[in-house]
């Protein structure tokens, strides 16, 4: 397992302008709740997940298998 940043450059750098803004919250949910501090609770669980591979929520991250 590999957890790597999207290649989408663009993607990336608009994301981290987002979670700047936001102060580390998923720019892409509305409110600023504990779950959604990157790297979200989301995202983790699906980490967690062995057969899970793709980008998480926001498009930050990419998990291989």
Known sequence: MRIRL?????IVATVREGLIAKGGY???RVGKKPEY???CEE????I???SFEGLCHCK?????K
């Not at 999207?6 to 663009?10: G, H, S, V």
């Not at 930050?60 to 291989?64: D, H, R, T």
């Open 48 to 50: 967690a997940d062995p």
């Open 60 to 64: 930050l991250f990419y998990k291989e």
């Open 43 to 46: 995202f983790r669980q699906q």
């Open 26 to 28: 998923c720019p892409c």
């Open 6 to 10: 999207n290649e989408d450059k663009d």
């Open 37 to 39: 501090k990157c790297m």
